[in-house]
């Protein structure tokens, strides 16, 4: 997703272009353990000169694979992202002479020395802030057996429902000889 700006930046502040996105870009969070795929994006882009450089409004769908933090299953996630961000330029438009951007170092996005403005960055940054932490396939998801690990959605197990902290094992054993003794002693 990248943009010639040369044309933009030549113009004054207020001048706009509007772009439809469909694209693809590498998700770059599993790529590390040789599974990385394609993101699909779309959505509409509106870059607009301001008197530093290109301000980027973007409204993006994104759809990302996941996996359910309940029952473990695969999900692709819609995810919506409303970018708002400036792109300063690495070299002035008429001179091309190198531009000063010091004033954020290390911060912020830049048009490179082509005059082109790539959102990918961006839209990587921004699905990792609206990337929900603990992603489900459905809000009435029940999740896995914690004993067993069958999925609760397809079938039900035969574990005891009663869930213990094995902290307290110690004190059940001792209720179920008191349980006994009672027993014994209604016997007599």
């Known amino acids: 997703m990248e943009y010639n700006v040369a044309q933009l930046l030549k113009e004054g502040m207020g001048y706009m272009r509007e772009y439809d996105v469909e694209e693809y870009i590498d998700d770059i969070r599993h790529i590390s353990e040789g599974c990385g795929q394609k993101l699909r994006v779309a959505g509409k882009a509106r870059l607009l000169r301001t008197d530093r450089g290109i301000w980027l409004s ?3 769908e994104a759809q990302v694979p996941d996996i359910c933090s309940r029952c473990l299953i695969y ?15 690495v070299i002035d438009i008429e001179t091309a002479a190198p531009l000063d951007n010091d004033d954020v170092p290390n911060e912020g996005f830049l048009i490179d020395q082509n005059n ?34 069958i999925n ?9 429902a009663e869930m213990r902290d094995p902290r307290w094992g110690d004190l059940e054993k001792l209720a179920v000889e008191w349980e006994d003794c009672g027993r014994q002693a209604d016997l007599l």
């Open 58 to 60: 973007a409204t993006l």
């Open 75 to 89: 999900i692709n996630n819609t995810i919506d992202l409303g970018i708002e961000e400036e792109f300063k330029p």
């Open 116 to 149: 082109i403005l790539s959102i990918e960055d961006a839209i990587r940054q921004y699905l990792d802030l609206n990337s929900p932490m603990k992603p489900i396939c459905d809000t009435s998801c029940k999740g896995i057996c914690l004993t067993c690990g």
């Open 152 to 160: 609760l959605n397809e079938n039900a197990c035969c574990c005891d």
